[in-house]
């Protein structure tokens, strides 16, 4: 695909734009029009009114990719696309969806080719409301440090016939060339992986009314709210019964001038996000970004006559999957656990797989190999893994490690990141079929040279002093100073696996069993408290740490490293075991793993029961990001809760949707077919 973006000249610079674009085309009648597009960030495409598809840019800079659209067209159609941009200077933590609002298309009809280029017309939106103090205050009107912006549309000013052939565009502005997008992007390529699927519509059931001194009243499945009295408040509460992600529509009436406004949460904990004037007739609301909630309020704002809802549906969206086949459980709680994981890997399975679907949408690198196992064992799916072992390899940094997130450029560096990022490539090779082809094997080399680079006299890795690197392993007080256990297990795990990669392409791979070899027995002297029969969390300053943790033993178990495996696994899982215990989701799921692996079922399942069966206990419908299961019975995963990693930070908004924690999923489906 030939590239050439084009912006709004006046736009460029500034953030959260909703920008229109237009351009009408001629073709013999009959023809077939192909259209490929790529648009920073997100993207509706019509053809005279008619919504063909949509789509985001989950990609790095220097690999874009499109989107490809096919129709029957009329001798004379109009193209329009609404592209939506959160700007590139606005401080976002993720670094994710950032940089200049442009579009790119090609379209082919005709035998001709037409690329992107001036003769497109275009203009901001002019329903659409950017909150001009933002350039003052970068969190004016934000949903978050790590989202976008609150959607606010006055649809008096709304009109759609600039989607059809024949509207009057002369006054709006010529397309220009973007500069600064045709030197940041490379030239887009056919995308890897399917984009997400309609699954299904769902609707929500009001479970509250509140007057706030107005009124309102459901009436068969209409909505009455009465905002007359001035400050009155009127709103319902629906819900969607379980999580949801997709988009919204929503059929009203109401006085001209008078607002709706909507609010979402994943529990009743809820943000009001996006509001409407309304234009005093019948009309249809949608808001233009993906929701990820549970519950939603619909709230009025004025007006003499009531506010009336006739209808609120949600398209349900995820990367299109079907089961391999129906597994069914005599346990009743291991086929809750089960569907629910399936459930949140379906919600977290996008454009890339997601971390988070309201927080933030990155395509962490453990969360993605965590998935991708779901994805393999009970999906038989392996594209969007690939896409992201792909996406991963194009965004290694030059001194070979690995980065932390993406799809795009993301600085934070995470050491045992690094290591499961071998893991997953030997996984996916494994489910694939697939060779190990040249990227894979040159981000590999490159990988295990600033591994080596960072190494101690013994071989192992050596934390101290590497500035800027976040040693993650579970959100837990782990001691992680010098040589920290669990990593190095880490590296000798990733030293085989990138042994038995190399052997499988017939490539000399001697050297790294050998490194492995002597790791494992620096790991053993090192590390291994005899006296306590347990991991220390570290050796650093020339001696043990003295806490010795389940994560670290855990660690040793799971990679192979432990000499005497039996006995350990009896302390770790002892009642009285006094050391830190595991509380992040995807090592429970790599622990649990393990346990099936050893057919240490009954343990297994205690484990399940305490960890994933209480959250469904405590009303959970996909797994949460974190969960202690210490807290108090009625406690959820909540800013001012210790269930979340994030404690006492309100500007940190809390996952309820979290995918991390549905790798349970693939060991149930191993063990079940074992």
Same mark, same amino acid.
């Given at each position: 695909m030939e590239k050439n973006w084009i912006c709004h000249a006046e736009s460029q610079g500034k953030s959260n734009l909703l920008l229109q674009f237009r351009r009408e085309f001629e073709a013999p009648r009959g023809q077939e029009a192909v259209v490929r597009i790529h648009a920073n960030q997100q993207y509706k495409l019509y053809l005279d009114g008619a919504l063909q598809g949509r789509g985001i840019a989950p990609s790095c800079f220097a690999y874009p990719y499109y989107y490809e659209?096919?129709?029957?067209?009329p001798e004379k159609f109009c193209l329009g696309v609404l592209v939506y941009g959160v700007g590139e200077d606005i401080p976002l933590v993720t670094e994710q969806n950032k940089g200049p609002v442009c579009l790119n298309m090609e379209v082919c009809v005709g035998g001709k080719r037409y690329v992107t280029d001036e003769s497109w017309r275009c203009r901001p939106d002019p329903a659409y409301f950017r909150d001009t103090m933002s350039s003052l205050d970068p969190m004016a009107n934000r949903i978050s440090a790590w989202g976008g912006f609150k959607e606010i549309y006055d649809t008096c000013l709304q009109d759609d016939s600039w989607l059809q052939v024949g509207y009057d565009d002369s006054y709006w502005q010529s397309a220009q060339a973007c500069q600064r997008a045709n030197e940041l992007y490379g030239f887009p390529s056919a995308a890897e992986a399917p984009a997400p699927v309609l699954a299904e519509k769902v609707f929500p059931s009001v479970i509250q009314t509140d007057a706030n001194l107005g009124r309102a009243k459901v009436r068969g499945k209409r909505l009455f709210l009465y905002a007359e009295h001035p400050g009155s408040f009127p709103a319902a509460l629906f819900d969607f019964g379980r999580e949801a992600v997709g988009y919204l529509t929503l059929r009203v009436r109401g006085e001209r001038g008078s607002s709706l406004s909507l609010w979402y949460g994943e529990s009743l904990d809820m943000l009001r996000t996006d509001t409407f004037l309304l234009n005093g007739q019948e009309q249809i609301l949608k808001p233009f970004q993906r929701k990820a909630l549970r519950y939603m309020k619909i709230s009025a704002n004025g007006g003499g006559v009531p506010s009336v809802v006739d209808e609120v549906e949600l398209d349900l969206t995820h990367f299109p999957l079907e089961e391999r086949e129906k597994l069914h459980f005599e346990d009743t709680l291991l086929q809750k656990v089960y569907d629910v994981s399936l459930y949140t890997t379906k919600l977290a399975s996008q454009y890339h797989f997601e971390d988070s679907v309201y927080r933030e949408q990155m395509q962490w690198l453990l969360d993605s190999r965590i998935m991708s196992l779901v994805h393999y064992e009970c999906f038989g799916e392996t594209r969007l893994a690939e896409k992201a072992v792909r996406q991963f390899c194009r965004t290694q940094r030059e001194d070979g490690s690995i980065r932390a997130a993406g799809p795009q450029e993301c600085e934070q560096l995470l050491p045992d990141f690094c290591l499961h990022f071998v893991s997953m490539v030997e996984e996916f090779l494994h489910y694939s079929g697939k060779r190990a082809d040249a990227e894979i094997l040159q981000t590999l080399e490159k990988l295990f040279g600033w591994l080596r680079a960072n190494e101690n006299a013994e071989g192992m890795l050596d934390v101290d002093g590497k500035a800027g690197w976040w040693c993650f392993l579970d959100w837990a007080p782990l001691d992680k100073r010098g040589c920290v256990t669990a990593l190095n297990c880490l590296y000798y795990r990733a030293l085989q696996s990138y042994a038995r990669i190399l052997a499988g392409e017939g490539l000399p791979c001697g050297e790294w069993q050998k490194k492995a070899h002597t790791l494992r027995k620096n790991i053993n002297e090192r590390m291994f408290d005899a006296q306590k029969g347990l991991y220390c969390d570290c050796f650093a300053e020339g001696r043990q740490s003295a806490s010795c943790s389940q994560q670290s033993g855990m660690y040793a178990l799971i990679c192979g490293v432990a000499e005497e495996p039996e006995p350990l696994l009896e302390k770790l899982c002892a009642e009285e075991f006094a050391g830190v215990r595991i509380n992040?989701?995807?090592?429970?799921?790599?622990? /649990? %793993?393990?346990?099936?692996?050893?057919?240490?079922?009954?343990?297994?399942?205690?484990?399940?029961?305490?960890?994933?069966?209480?959250?469904?206990?405590?009303?959970?419908?996909?797994?949460?990001?974190?969960? %202690?299961?210490?807290?108090?019975?009625?406690? /959820?995963?909540?800013?001012?809760?210790?269930?979340?990693?994030?404690?006492?930070?309100?500007?940190i908004p809390v996952s309820y949707c979290h995918a991390w924690g549905a790798g349970i999923a693939y060991s149930l489906a191993r063990a079940k077919r074992a």
């Open positions: 659209y096919r129709f029957a067209c992040g989701a995807f090592l429970m799921c790599l622990s /649990v %793993d393990y346990l099936l692996e050893k057919g240490c079922i009954a343990r297994a399942k205690r484990w399940i029961d305490r960890y994933w069966g209480e959250m469904l206990r405590r009303g959970a419908t996909t797994w949460w990001e974190t969960f %202690d299961m210490s807290t108090p019975p009625a406690s /959820v995963p909540y800013a001012y809760s210790k269930n979340n990693a994030t404690y006492l930070h309100e500007y």
